[in-house]
């Protein structure tokens, strides 16, 4: 990822290729877009995709409670993400 402010490449947004080019915040900033593999998921795979698509989920449904979000939060280290936190803890959980 780069990020270009210069005359050149200041205004310019789209693909070429295999770059992308995106403007944030008044930056342009250039990424390569990710290799997509087409290749099928093994069961453990899917099964770990799962895992964590529902470890979100709930962790999205606990920041939405203002009551379990503050009981949450008092267990949360400092400076951590509470999000992190909770997707990391419904994981250990499942």
Same mark, same amino acid.
């Given at each position: ?5 210069? @005359? ?10 295999? *770059?992308? &080019? #995106?403007?944030?915040?008044?930056? *342009?900033?250039?990424?390569?877009? @990710? &290799? /997509?593999?087409?290749? #099928?998921? *093994? /069961? ?6 799962? $895992?964590? =698509?529902?470890? *979100?989920?709930?962790? $999205? ?9 503050? =009981?949450?939060?008092?267990?949360? @280290?400092?400076? #951590?993400?509470? &999000? ?7 994981? $250990? =959980?499942?």
């Amino acid at each position: 990822m780069a990020i270009c402010q210069g @005359p050149l490449l200041g205004h310019i947004s789209g693909k070429y290729g295999a *770059t992308s &080019f #995106r403007r944030y915040w008044g930056k *342009t900033v250039i990424i390569t877009i @990710p &290799f /997509v593999n087409k290749r #099928r998921m *093994t /069961v453990k795979q899917k099964a770990h995709q799962k $895992r964590f =698509e529902e470890a *979100t989920l709930k962790a $999205r449904l606990i920041l939405h409670n203002k009551a379990q979000r503050k =009981e949450w939060k008092k267990k949360c @280290p400092h400076g #951590r993400s509470l &999000f992190n936190f909770l997707v990391k803890e419904m994981m $250990r =959980e499942s």
